[in-house]
């Protein structure tokens, strides 16, 4: 936003010094004494040194241009044809362009780098060119040249009644009378690119809000089907049994309660296990039994919908988390694992499953 009002700023100045010279004909006799010398200064430099500069084009002629920085200082530089001048385009599916030296307009704003020659020229090697500025100084040369017409007749007309300043009263009126309009029109462009400037500044917002819309977008259809583990909650059994026990169905209460009634995109998965005492075939259907018991306990007492349940299944005396030499790994082994899984494309608009958690199991349908 700062960059977009400097460019209009230094636009202004340059549009202000083109029209300046309409303010002879306000005074003959001041139009006939010399005027006071511009305080801008040429850029120099040693032959040879590289050099970079961020600036307005103040004048052009042929190959060449008049190149003002920020700070006022004019520089020379020169188009040769090794010179590559590109335009940045923005958005996600337009690429920069190249274009030769009839793009470089007055009142453009650019970015020249290359090395100064032995007259104090900048050489261009490379030339970038934004294009929302050269849309705006392609707008604004439609107005300032009929408007540097209008400039230069009264300059014209100012010098001649000077000369002729004895006996020609009526051609000065004139000459008043065109400055008059000048400025007028000069206000008249001001307001036109203050407008220009807003509309593109809406433009630029409108298509960065949808490009984020677009990649939030492709984010969660990607993560539709991806699922992150929320919290994950271990309850053990008696030997042989698969009766959940007073402390048991505490751990699950405190399980149903970390999930929000209003939450969405969750689903519960309960397995079942076993330590390895007896044999394969009865460890497999006691660690089933197991794993129904903690989905019964959910869906009677939370009124856990059954939509919201991955399919329980038992694992027997697989995966276990302590040997199976001792009593104490025996009993850690003798359990129901209940996971709480939460949809990261879901998630990815209401924040991390931490924040968005803490209510009880929806009891709807």
Same mark, same amino acid.
């Given at each position: 936003?700062?960059?977009?009002?400097?460019?209009?700023?230094?636009?202004?100045?340059?549009?202000?010094?083109?029209?300046?010279?309409? @303010? +002879?004909?306000?005074?003959?006799?001041?139009?006939?004494?010399?005027?006071?010398?511009?305080?801008?200064?040429?850029?120099?430099?040693? =032959?040879?040194?590289? $050099?970079?500069?961020?600036?307005?084009?103040?004048?052009?002629?042929?190959?060449?241009?008049? +190149?003002?920085?920020?700070?006022?200082?004019?520089?020379?530089?020169?188009?040769?044809?090794?010179?590559?001048?590109?335009?940045?385009?923005?958005?996600?599916?337009?690429? !920069?362009?190249?274009?030769?030296?009839?793009?470089?307009?007055?009142? $453009?704003?650019?970015?020249?780098?290359?090395?100064?020659?032995?007259?104090?020229?900048?050489?261009?090697?490379?030339?970038?060119?934004?294009?929302?500025? $050269?849309?705006?100084?392609?707008? +604004?040369?439609?107005?300032?040249?009929?408007?540097?017409?209008?400039?230069?007749?009264?300059?014209?007309?100012?010098?001649?009644?000077?000369?002729?300043?004895?006996?020609?009263?009526?051609?000065?009126?004139?000459?008043?009378?065109?400055?008059?309009?000048?400025?007028?029109?000069?206000?008249?462009?001001?307001?036109?690119?203050? @407008?220009?400037?807003?509309?593109?500044?809406?433009?630029?917002?409108?298509?960065?809000?949808?490009?984020?819309?677009?990649?939030?977008?492709?984010?969660?259809?990607?993560?539709?089907? !991806?699922?992150?583990?929320?919290? =994950?909650?271990?309850?053990?059994?008696?030997?042989?049994?698969?009766?959940?026990?007073?402390?048991?169905?505490?751990?699950?209460?405190?399980?149903?309660?970390?999930?929000? @009634?209003?939450?969405?995109?969750?689903?519960?998965?309960?397995?079942?296990?076993?330590?390895?005492?007896?044999?394969? @075939?009865?460890?497999?259907? +006691?660690?089933?039994?197991?794993?129904?018991?903690?989905?019964?306990? $959910?869906?009677?007492?939370?009124?856990?919908?059954?939509?919201?349940?991955?399919?329980?299944?038992?694992?027997?005396?697989?995966?276990?988390?302590?040997?199976?030499? =001792?009593?104490?790994?025996?009993?850690?082994?003798?359990?129901?694992?209940?996971?709480?899984?939460?949809?990261?494309?879901?998630?990815?608009?209401?924040?991390?499953?931490? =924040?968005?958690?803490?209510?009880?199991?929806?009891?709807?349908?």
């Amino acid at each position: 936003m700062i960059r977009s009002k400097t460019q209009i700023r230094l636009i202004g100045f340059v549009c202000v010094l083109a029209l300046s010279g309409a @303010a +002879l004909a306000q005074d003959g006799k001041e139009a006939s004494q010399p005027r006071a010398s511009n305080s801008t200064q040429k850029q120099t430099g040693s =032959t040879g040194r590289p $050099l970079k500069i961020d600036g307005i084009v103040v004048a052009t002629n042929g190959n060449t241009f008049t +190149l003002r920085d920020i700070e006022g200082n004019d520089t020379d530089v020169a188009v040769v044809e090794k010179t590559s001048i590109r335009i940045s385009r923005k958005g996600l599916f337009r690429r !920069d362009k190249t274009t030769d030296g009839r793009d470089v307009l007055q009142g $453009l704003r650019l970015i020249v780098k290359g090395r100064t020659n032995s007259d104090g020229q900048l050489i261009a090697a490379e030339i970038d060119i934004d294009e929302q500025d $050269l849309r705006t100084a392609q707008m +604004l040369k439609t107005r300032v040249d009929p408007v540097e017409a209008v400039a230069t007749s009264a300059q014209s007309l100012a010098e001649t009644n000077s000369m002729r300043i004895d006996g020609n009263d009526k051609r000065l009126d004139q000459a008043e009378q065109s400055a008059q309009r000048l400025a007028g029109q000069v206000d008249e462009l001001s307001t036109v690119a203050t @407008a220009a400037t807003a509309a593109a500044r809406i433009a630029q917002a409108t298509a960065d809000q949808a490009e984020s819309d677009a990649n939030n977008a492709n984010q969660r259809i990607s993560s539709l089907d !991806d699922y992150e583990v929320f919290k =994950t909650i271990i309850v053990t059994f008696k030997p042989g049994s698969a009766r959940l026990s007073a402390e048991a169905k505490t751990q699950i209460d405190e399980a149903a309660s970390s999930v929000s @009634a209003n939450l969405k995109g969750w689903v519960v998965e309960v397995a079942g296990y076993a330590d390895s005492t007896g044999k394969s @075939a009865s460890n497999r259907s +006691l660690s089933q039994r197991r794993a129904d018991a903690v989905i019964n306990y $959910l869906v009677t007492k939370h009124g856990l919908p059954l939509r919201r349940v991955v399919k329980p299944f038992g694992y027997g005396s697989l995966n276990p988390v302590a040997t199976n030499q =001792t009593r104490t790994g025996r009993s850690l082994n003798r359990r129901a694992e209940i996971t709480v899984l939460v949809n990261r494309g879901i998630f990815s608009q209401a924040g991390s499953p931490e =924040t968005a958690l803490g209510g009880t199991l929806s009891r709807q349908p």
